[in-house]
Structure formats: structure tokens, C-alpha cells
């Protein structure tokens, strides 16, 4: 089982939809999540980070943690085209030197 | 943008070559790590370096080494070259003990014939 999973997609969703991106994580001792995301060809992009179970908002995005489910997800209000990207989900698994463990990204495309 | 920089933005190497990646961490950054993006795949961590000492390994072989200067910056080498090391390089800087948030620079892509 890898570390961190994703939904590679496709994800297609019609602008001004709500995108929802998931991730589960397998360390329970995971303490940190962090949402990234890249365009094509470029490199990764921080959306958002989140340490505590719930939500948490910034503008159009909302991250959402469950700890006991091992689970994060992004959602992304209002989707534009220019969210278009690759969406990556990383988590720093407890007693590691503050390195990221990534998830393999989904690709979300949003549809004008 | 982040404020970290790499250099070269692109590279193109033959296999057994040697190549050297340069990383410039953003202001106030005293933490390096750097990763290996393979096409489709998300980041794999190499190693960080703290205050100019490893502070942490990915599971990379030996031919993979690096160091940081006082001034925070940061090499990644590449002995021995493969086919398979044909990837985009990262370097992500942060603040280290007090904040962990890593942020990436633009990335320098490597490819190996």
C-alpha cells in the first residue's frame, strides 16, 4: 500500500462547480497535509496546509482532515478554468526529518 | 513566486556522466530538501539539509549526494548517470525547526541520454 494515494482521474468538472479532490494517507502518526498545485511543466505550487481535524478555508478553497479516517481532501469552490492543473496532496509522517511524502497528484480539468 | 531559484533551468546528459544542480533558498530559509519528480508521478524526497548538515535521507543510493553553504544554498550531485534518473529536480526551502511549510523553486529538468 503506498503511503499516500490519490485518484489520478481524469477529473472533469463544468466551471463554477465544486471540485472535490481526495487523498488517504497510511502513517496514523502523520501530522502535517499540504495540498500543492502544478501546472504543466512547472513545479508545485503550496495551496494550502492543514494540521488539525475539520475544516479549513482560504477563499475559494476549503481543506478538510479526518484524522481517525486517515483522510484529507481539498475542495475548491467556484471552479475556474485556470484551476485546470495537477492537484497533489503531501503529508509529513511523524518522526521524519520534516520531509513530504506525495501522493501521485490528481489532474483536474475544468471545463468552460 | 517562492524566491527560491535553481539553476540550470534544463540539462541534457549522457549516461555515466556527472551532473551538478544548484539551489538558492528563499530569504530567511535555512532548510533545503530536494526531490526527484518522474513524469506522472508526484515528488520522492532525496534528502534535506539543515544548517548545512543531512538532516534527512529518501531512498536514494549514494550516487546522489549534496551539500549546503553558510549561506543556506544548496548542490545536488548525480554520480554515474541512468537512463532512469531522467527526471525534474526540486528544491523546496523552508524555515526549518519553526516552520515547515516547503516551498519549491522553478525546478531543472534533466534529461538523460
Known amino acids: 500500500q503506498k503511503e499516500v494515494e490519490q485518484n489520478s482521474g481524469p477529473l472533469s468538472v463544468p466551471e463554477g462547480a465544486i471540485a472535490s479532490l481526495n487523498c488517504t494517507y497510511s502513517d496514523r502518526g502523520s501530522q502535517s497535509f499540504f495540498w500543492y498545485r502544478q501546472y504543466s511543466g512547472k513545479s508545485p505550487e503550496l495551496i494550502m496546509f492543514i494540521y488539525s481535524n475539520g475544516d479549513k478555508e482560504d477563499g475559494r478553497f476549503t481543506a478538510q482532515l479526518n484524522k481517525a479516517s486517515q483522510y484529507v481532501s481539498l475542495l475548491i469552490r467556484d471552479s475556474q478554468p485556470s484551476d485546470s492543473a495537477t492537484y497533489l496532496c503531501a503529508v509529513r509522517i511523524a518522526g521524519s526529518a520534516r520531509q513530504l511524502t506525495f501522493g501521485s497528484g490528481t489532474q483536474l480539468t475544468v471545463l468552460p | ?113
Open chain 2, 1 to 113: 513566486e517562492t524566491g527560491v531559484t535553481q539553476s540550470p533551468t534544463h540539462l541534457i546528459k549522457t549516461r555515466g556522466q556527472q551532473v551538478t544542480l544548484r539551489c538558492s533558498s528563499q530569504s530567511g530559509h535555512n532548510t533545503v530538501s530536494w526531490y526527484q519528480q518522474a513524469l506522472g508521478q508526484g515528488p520522492q524526497f532525496i534528502f534535506q539539509y539543515y544548517r548545512e548538515e543531512e538532516n534527512g535521507r529518501g531512498n536514494f543510493p549514494p550516487r546522489f549526494s549534496g551539500l549546503q553553504f553558510p549561506n543556506y544554498s544548496s548542490e545536488l550531485n548525480v554520480n554515474a548517470l541512468e537512463l532512469d534518473d531522467s527526471a525534474l529536480y526540486l528544491c523546496a526551502s523552508s524555515q526549518g525547526q519553526k516552520e515547515e511549510t516547503q516551498y519549491f523553486g522553478p525546478g531543472t529538468r534533466l534529461l538523460v541520454l
